[in-house]
């Protein structure tokens, strides 16, 4: 079975009410539709009545069983929202006319349906930008309190048959941390780790990647680097990782044992962790668009409760796909 199909297969075992804060986008209509087809949901579509109306219409699905409308202009919910918002915000000093503005934002609305138990996960992103679904998570949900910080992956499902004989992989950050520090970088792998184990039940064996492998190079940004695996392992001892890697010695087996000889994972890592931001998106991208990889992300971890963001390039099938992730972590 696909990785994908087993996520979803995996996800409809225990069914969670995920609500998405572009109801009025067709992809995320059309993914809502197949997730509840592959026995996911209940969904709640967020937006326009009249436009997400139109959607159904359209795809032949009003009064489809498992899927429901709130539209922030006109639900018996806004209002009560916007009292959270305030209480959630006061501190930094907002006031009551933000607070009753604020709720009637989807994204802001999906958001706290979860804070408020009204729904066990959140996707958006289809349509806003990333900087607008994280902030709405950050400040809505806020993060775990056992977290160091919020930060997010791509799960990368490779192409069939691809000659490493890989299936999945886990990127990290490739979405939301700009230009982490070391202990921010370890945390992130930390996280990403974890990752591994809950969503592709894989041991994870991680790299911390760089221009440079073993010291080929001096930089600071490669003594970054090696200063975060001191961090990792200090923090997690039994966690196989190694660093600082070349993407090639970490993923090809023949230039990991000629770049990094005796490194427990270079070669065979299954967990990437890119320095920077910069880093991590393009390089997504890449594998995503030359590489032939189904990327599903940004996914976010170190929030108190699960909400995840799309790419704007997204398909209805990846919306389909983060619904069922968004499933999973909501069963943890
Ligand atoms: C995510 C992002 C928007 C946060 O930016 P920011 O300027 O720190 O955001 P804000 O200051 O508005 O943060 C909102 C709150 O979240 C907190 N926060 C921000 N980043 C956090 C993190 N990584 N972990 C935990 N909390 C975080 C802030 O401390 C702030 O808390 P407060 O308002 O209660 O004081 C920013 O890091 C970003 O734009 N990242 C890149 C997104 C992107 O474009 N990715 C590429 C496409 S995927
Ligand atoms: C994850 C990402 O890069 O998102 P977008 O393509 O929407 O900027």
Redesign the pocket.
Known sequence: MSVLRDLQSRAAARPAHIVLSEGHDQRVVAGALAALDAGLGPITLVGPYAEVTAHLVKANAVGRVGLHIEDPETSSRTAGYAALYLDLRKH?GVSEDVAALQAHDPLVFAALMVRNGDAEGTVGGAVA???ET??AA??MIG?APDAA???SFFLMALPANHPSGRTAMIFGD?????DPDAAELAAIAAACATSCVQLLGDTPKVALLSFSTKGSARHERVTKVTDALAILQADHPKLSADGELQFDAAFVPDVGASKAPGSPIAGHANVLIFPN?DAG?IGYKIAQRIGGCNAIG?ILQ?LAKPAN?L?RGCTATDVTNMIAVTTLQAAK
Do not use: A, E, Q
Request: aromatic letters at 0%.
């Open positions: 930094k930008t990333t900087s994280v902030r950050l400040m993060k910080l919020v930060s490739c979405g939301l941390v700009i931001l998106n940004p170190g963001d790419s």
